[in-house]
């Protein structure tokens, strides 16, 4: 079968397709014929190499010619094999989730780690959730407690994150503002804000408007930026990064819980964590029509290379989609 796969970190150039073994399941594991992909900046961090703590800690080998490094996490398609031990799911059934080297004709997941997809939800759509709209939901739900009417700013609205995060925060029945640039102003209504800022003329942390949650996707702002529009018993939750993200989460990771402990608002760091029930409450968001993935380009996988390059860009308005064939 076909992959996306890289011998050595660096810039999209280094992104090859090449044949490799066709995977088997383990006891606990779905083979998933996949039929749509998407990119996430883990993604481009992973390829140009993270720093070595990071290495450390989620365990990933040094990629070689020997031992090619696979990309991708985001996944939907249909159920191919499955392992002894799997009960969820059966051939043939149209799944979508988290797994290694999504951006392959064929790839294995933990059975733990996806849902069914939704008869309404096209593969493309599913497989630009998970990562995304998993941090969306588990950001303003289970650290930000996000309830009823309660004044929600998302910063970085038209990113694969924000645009979830818009939508989410608007099913829990919050008062949304996002902030985006000028080009996708409209967009951002569109899924629902109440108010929109463009950034290019406006820095929401120098108005008066005072917010009970922050989802910060971005990470353009300071600590004490973000104190300063928080109510007294606000939450800012921090789930995106620039570029330099190993330092960003580094230097954020110690100050968000130190200025925690000396004011009233609290200030998060988070990281997603995937699980199957997540999963299926962001299908039952979108088969209710409450949630409708953004999806700004697909990409052939032929064309892995430039789908990271576009994502690394920054400029995306919502997901950028890997396709495995042409859709009916």
Not at 187 to 200: E, K, N, W
Request: proline fraction near 6%.
């Amino acid at each position: 079968m076909k992959a996306a796969v890289y011998t050595k970190n660096g810039p999209p150039d280094v992104v090859q397709i090449l044949d490799v073994e066709k995977p088997v399941p383990k006891d606990d594991e779905v083979l998933i014929k996949v039929r749509a992909a998407s990119v996430n900046p883990l993604d481009w961090r992973l390829m140009r190499g993270v720093p070595p703590i990071f290495r450390i800690l989620f365990r990933l080998p040094k990629p070689t010619i020997a031992q090619p490094a696979r990309l991708g996490r985001d996944v939907a398609g249909q159920v191919e094999a499955v392992g002894r031990n799997v009960s969820q799911f059966k051939i043939g059934d149209a799944v979508f989730g988290v797994c290694s080297g999504a951006f392959a004709e064929y790839a294995c997941a933990s059975e733990l780690k996806l849902a069914l997809k939704p008869d309404s939800v096209t593969f493309e759509q599913a497989a630009s959730v998970p990562v995304a709209a998993l941090s969306s939901l588990q950001s303003l739900r289970d650290n930000g407690r996000i309830q009823p009417e309660q004044n929600v700013l998302i910063n970085g609205a038209a990113g694969g994150m924000g645009t979830f995060a818009v939508q989410i925060a608007k099913s829990f029945g919050a008062e949304v503002t996002g902030v985006c640039s000028a080009r996708n102003v409209e967009m951002i209504r569109s899924l629902g804000a109440d108010h929109v800022i463009d950034y290019t003329q406006e820095d929401f942390t120098q108005g008066a408007q005072r917010y009970d949650l922050i989802l910060d996707n971005v990470g353009n702002h300071s600590l004490l930026e973000f104190r300063r529009v928080l109510n007294p018993e606000g939450i800012c939750v921090i789930a995106g990064a620039p570029k330099n993200g190993a330092l960003f989460f580094a230097t954020r990771g110690i100050a968000a819980p130190v200025l925690s402990r000396f004011v009233s608002q609290k200030f998060i760091m988070f990281i997603a964590k995937i699980n199957q029930q997540d999963l299926a409450t962001l299908a039952e968001l979108m088969q209710s029509g409450k949630v409708t993935p953004v999806i700004d380009r697909r990409y052939p996988l032929s064309e892995t290379a430039e789908a990271i390059r576009y994502l690394e860009e920054g400029h995306a308005r919502g997901k950028v989609v890997i396709i495995m064939d042409s859709p009916n």
